[in-house]
Nanobody, 131 residues
Framework: QVQLVESGGGLVQAGGSLRLSCAGS????????MGWFRQAPGKEREFVVA????????YYADSVRGRFAISRDNAKNTAYLQMNSLKPEDTAVYYC????????????????????????WGQGTQVTVSS
């Protein structure tokens, strides 16, 4: 069974940091682009950040650029999201996703931010930032 499992969420004060992990199982994700999305109550799921299959390219939403950093460890089949300088508006359920390898030969950036690009999704982890 192919799974992505997020962990590391929790409650943190504004200005604090959290590190989310996304562990894959059931197949290797080393050829997949990995993305993080988030969904706040009453809002649509939105793109946060993505990393190419090689790890050589990263893509950030404007709202998190300079504060968040994505990385991956293909040997551990795991992706990470380091979140610094957290704000109350970062409060959401955070989901990791994998594209199934579809972006491996893609040279653009647009598709990294599209929900429909991603084939596998985790169950989400709650991040709450208090003011």
């Amino acid at each position: 069974q192919v799974q992505l499992v997020e962990s590391g969420g929790g409650l943190v004060q504004a200005g604090g940091s959290l590190r989310l992990s996304c562990a894959g199982s059931g197949r290797t994700f080393s050829n997949d682009a990995m993305g993080w999305f988030r969904q706040a109550p009453g809002k649509e799921r939105e793109f946060v950040v993505a990393i190419s299959w090689s790890g050589g390219s990263t893509y950030y939403a404007d709202s998190v650029r300079g504060r968040f950093a994505i990385s991956r460890d293909n040997a551990k089949n795991t992706a990470y999201l380091q979140m610094n300088s957290l704000k109350p508006e970062d409060t959401a359920v955070y989901y990791c996703a994998a594209d199934g390898g579809g972006l491996r030969s893609y040279s653009g950036s647009y598709n990294y931010g599209r929900r429909s690009t991603y084939v596998y999704w985790g169950q989400g982890t709650q991040v709450t930032v208090s003011s």
